[in-house]
């Protein structure tokens, strides 16, 4: 029954958690960065700046509401990459800081094997098997989940992800970042097959997605008819840019359970939280007669509870931080063939 404080600082949350047993979260603390927003898009010095500013109180925060002391930890768990370098040395630093005045293991966790480990607290009794697709604003993988540590990758964007794609139409827009959530409020008033934006064509052997060409025909669209940003025909717009992009996801994810043999599927990531998203994929799914693993709302977004639930797991097989752990900003998750 391991206790382990997870530390998330790999872009513009500073995010602490304490969860028992890798599946029962005790506190999960979460502070979104709102000095971006006048830019557009994350500053990564600016970012780091507020992670200093901000990590010492969110920590003390989590570890009151879980009620424990830090005596009480088994073992710090923080996300070493990839993400932000700047931010990336703040979690660390504080991290490895409180794990050697603790006299506890460091554990160096992946960003997207968090994410992955966030379906875990979302389902705890099910098994860790599936083809899994991670779609958030850095990164767009499709990947065979055999068990714990064992990945296997299927597809990955050879461009822009899908959040970092619905971010810089959101700028297009002239609405307010994140873009995310606003295009899907948005768009849900709009009519998805107003405009026939188009599905990037690629391979057929590959389970590739690419995004930039549907970026790209927003920025057309607009340019050469600005009234499509107005109030009566963003909606629409929006929609349409939003279908372009959910139809592949759903799509290749399809083909990642026909090519596997898998018959359990999950999503996870900063855009699985997007309502027509979760929507396309449950349709597929009662097609198909997938069972269907949808991350919670509170664990799609950059949060440590999914950290610490990975933590929790390299701690029961004894994987721990070298004492020089360096922070990676495109560190590799290790796949296997």
């Known amino acids: 029954m391991a206790l382990i404080l997870g530390v998330e600082t790999s ?10 047993d890798g599946r029962r979260v005790l506190s999960n603390i979460v502070l979104s960065q709102d000095v971006h927003r006048v830019y557009g898009g994350v500053v990564p010095e600016l970012a780091s700046r507020e992670h200093i500013r901000t990590i010492v109180p969110i920590l003390r925060r989590a570890l009151a509401e879980a009620k ?16 932000l370098i700047g931010a990336l040395v703040v979690g660390l630093s504080v991290a490895r800081a409180l794990a050697w005045a603790l006299r506890v293991p460091l554990l160096p966790v992946h960003h997207l094997e ?20 991670i779609v958030s604003g850095g990164h767009t993988e499709l990947i065979h989940v055999r068990s ?16 970092e794609a619905f971010d810089k139409v959101a700028k297009m827009a002239s609405l307010p970042y994140p873009g995310g959530p606003v295009i899907d409020r948005l768009a ?4 998805p097959a107003r405009h026939a934006f188009p599905r990037a064509r690629l391979e057929p052997e590959t389970l590739d997605f690419s995004f930039s060409g549907v970026k790209t025909a927003i920025r057309y669209a607009l340019r050469d008819d600005p009234s499509l940003a107005g ?29 596997t043999g898998e018959t359990r599927l999950a999503v996870c990531g900063g855009v699985a939280a997007n309502s027509r ?22 664990f799609c977004t950059d949060n440590a509870a999914m950290v610490a639930s990975a933590g929790e797991e390299a701690f029961r097989r004894g994987i721990t931080a070298p004492p020089d752990q360096s922070a990676g900003a495109d560190l590799p998750l290790p796949f296997k063939d």
């Open 11 to 20: 872009c513009d949350e500073t995010a602490a958690a304490v969860v028992r």
């Open 68 to 83: 424990v002391e830090p005596r009480d930890l088994d073992a710090v768990a923080v996300t070493v990459g990839p993400g």
């Open 114 to 133: 968090a994410h992955l480990f966030g379906l875990r607290l979302g389902f705890p009794d099910e098994a860790f098997r599936f083809v899994a697709l």
């Open 148 to 163: 714990e540590g064992d990945y296997a990758l299927l597809g990955r964007t050879r461009d822009d992800a899908a959040g």
């Open 188 to 191: 849900a008033r709009g009519n």
């Open 231 to 259: 109030e009566e025909k963003l909606p629409d717009l929006l929609a349409s840019f939003q279908e372009a992009v959910v139809e592949p996801l759903v799509e290749n994810a399809k083909r990642a359970l026909e090519r």
């Open 277 to 298: 998203l979760r929507a396309a994929f449950e349709k597929m799914a009662r097609e198909t007669g997938a069972a269907l693993f949808l991350a919670p709302i509170e």
